[in-house]
């Protein structure tokens, strides 16, 4: 008896093996990179405020709300790889005391929850903290707030996200990764002198 015979097309079928690993790794790889920038263009805004649908980082000081405190936002290079670099004067008179530089997050996988944050980070051996802002927050002042230390020599932290704590009682206590709208890289608090690189920022398990 005669069977058919089916021939393989082998294009086709390498096609499909590349899209599924492409799938694959999207869903069960264990972190999100928000910015890496080994491989990145990125461009940076100097503004007093941030537009809700910008995905550039933008740097912001407390003169949004009357305070004094000033700095910038740069690029800079060395010879392995580019980092983010703010620098300046924070104050708390008029009520004020941050400057920050910040970014929405987008594209986040439907079907998985991180739990945690994971920044490249060097300094100048102060406090500084990554705030979090999800689509259940209303108002400017509202975040959620998890403290570092930013040491002379690069070093990689993880925070996890039940280490955040909320800025006003009303909000959720919880925080889900699919939430959040935008991260922030903040210094704050007290009159000091802000300097701080950023290499890389992802959510991670």
């Known amino acids: ?22 799938y694959s790794n999207f869903i069960w790889s264990n972190t999100m990179v928000i910015d890496d920038m080994k491989n990145s263009n990125s461009i940076v805004e100097q503004k007093d405020y941030c ?11 407390d ?13 800079k290079y060395d010879n392995e790889f580019s980092y983010y670099n703010m620098q300046g004067n924070v104050s708390t008179e008029n009520n004020g005391g941050f400057i920050q530089f910040r970014t929405q997050i987008k594209g986040h996988p439907e ?10 980070v060097r300094g100048n051996n102060e406090k500084y903290a990554i705030h979090l ?17 930013a040491d002379n020599n690069w070093k990689i932290i993880d925070i996890p996200l039940s280490s955040f704590k909320k ?14 709208n935008t991260i922030g890289v903040v ?7 802000a300097n701080i690189d950023l290499a890389f920022i992802e959510l991670t398990e």
């Open 1 to 22: 008896m005669g069977g058919t015979v089916y021939h393989l097309d082998k294009k086709k079928y390498l096609s499909f093996i590349i899209i599924l690993l492409m």
């Open 51 to 61: 537009e809700e649908n910008t995905t550039r980082w933008c740097f912001v000081t």
């Open 63 to 75: 003169k949004v709300m009357g305070g004094v405190s000033e700095g910038n936002l740069e690029i």
């Open 111 to 120: 079907n998985k929850l991180f739990k945690g944050i994971r920044i490249k």
């Open 133 to 149: 802002r999800t689509k259940y927050l209303f108002f400017p002042w509202q975040y959620y707030e998890s403290i570092f230390t």
């Open 167 to 180: 800025s006003n009682f009303y909000q959720p206590s919880e925080i889900s990764s699919i939430d959040i």
């Open 187 to 193: 210094a704050i608090g007290r009159d000091f002198k």
